[in-house]
């Protein structure tokens, strides 16, 4: 049947009828909600995202660790770095230790410091009595000394190639717990390195691409340099503080009225408290977080909302962009009443015409 739409919150008289809107009421048995009237606290809540998130996973192959294994007898050693600590590039990660390396290290290093104690000894000789020429030797020894250091060189390198470097910048964000009991799971990460911009963007523009249910009745906030909200992601929780536009292309507006000086300031140069406009807003967390998650969710709580009209947010129905009620009337019929949604709080929608309090509506199924 085609169902009548009707206006009039907080008015007992019965407002001109709406044209006809056909939503579908099926008949069936439905919960119902009250209009009610009080005082409610708005909670703002979005989720921002962590800019510039980059993530390397190092991880060891089971070739890779049967070669080293065969070639070197190289056994895992020791892991150098925890959840949190910074890295460089080129830091090492992970080391293993080598029987093969470490008795080569050992013979080349031996022979380095007998060639040194010899050539200083030629040395001396020749200081001693001018007669005595040891060039020759001293050039030997001095091969000798070049060919040691080559060899270390090539031990090093290959203990790099071994061993888990840093090819990125950043901080640890994960350590298998294989390595820290001792042992190498081949294949599965076994150290990330995550690196980001330091900040966090609340990207607005995004809004309209989104569903209008979820976002149309949004309570209003500004944002300001310097303005605090609670954020959280799964056990994890945080505070975070508005900051100024790190890449100074958004504008910053003086919120005192006397320092209107219709000039555009960058909010790169923005101080605490200015209004920050533009789709994206910037956030840093407060504190020296060196864990950063990819994703927050951040709230806070809005000025109260005293005195109004509000009913179960699940008795409002979108149609065609327009928001709808099934108000049950006093003879027991159910007309699909249009209401004024002012935005949602909680579990409530605040109205702001088209209903009054003690209303009845149902909740469709």
Not at 19 to 41: C, F, H, K, M, N
Request: charge should be negative.
């Amino acid at each position: 049947m085609s169902l009548l739409a009707t206006t009039g919150c907080g008015n007992s008289d019965m407002d001109p009828l709406c044209p006809p809107v056909d939503v579908s009421y099926t008949g069936q048995e439905r919960d119902t909600a009250i209009v009610e009237r009080g005082d409610l606290t708005p909670t703002f809540k979005a989720d921002i995202e962590l800019s510039g998130f980059e993530e390397m996973n190092y991880s060891i192959s089971e070739g890779k660790l049967a070669e080293i294994e065969m070639l070197y007898k190289a056994k895992f050693d020791e892991v150098l770095v925890s959840e949190g600590d910074r890295v460089s590039e080129g830091d090492t990660l992970l080391t293993f230790s080598s029987e093969v390396l470490e008795k080569k290290s050992k013979e080349w290093s031996s022979s380095k410091t007998t060639a040194s104690l010899r050539r200083e000894h030629y040395r001396n000789l020749q200081a001693l009595d001018e007669n005595y020429d040891y060039y020759d030797e001293i050039v030997d020894l001095n091969d000798e000394i070049t060919l040691a250091d080559e060899y270390a060189s090539d031990v090093a390198e290959t203990y790099d190639n071994m061993n888990l470097v840093a090819t990125n910048s950043g901080v640890v964000s994960f350590v298998n717990d294989s390595v820290k009991d001792g042992f190498i799971v081949t294949g599965a990460p076994i150290i990330k390195v995550s690196s980001d911009d330091g900040y966090y963007i609340l990207d607005q523009s995004d809004k309209p691409n989104m569903d209008k249910s979820k976002t149309m009745f949004d309570a209003d906030v500004e944002f300001h340099v310097g303005d605090r909200f609670d954020a959280k992601y799964a056990l994890s929780e945080y505070v975070v503080e508005v900051i100024a536009d790190p890449t100074g292309k958004s504008v910053a507006t003086p919120t005192d009225a006397a320092d209107d000086k219709e000039e555009t300031a960058s909010s790169g140069d923005a101080s605490k408290g200015e209004l920050v406009t533009g789709d994206k807003i910037y956030f840093k967390i407060v504190g020296d977080d060196r864990i950063k998650d990819k994703a927050l969710t951040i709230t806070k709580e809005l000025p109260e909302l005293k005195n109004v009209c509000y009913v179960d947010k699940r008795a409002v129905i979108i149609y065609e962009d327009e928001t709808y009620v099934y108000k049950e009337m006093e003879d027991g019929s159910i007309r699909a009443v249009k209401v004024d949604v002012d935005q949602m709080v909680g579990l409530y929608a605040v109205i702001n015409s088209g209903l009054e309090e003690g209303d009845t509506v149902s909740i469709p199924n």
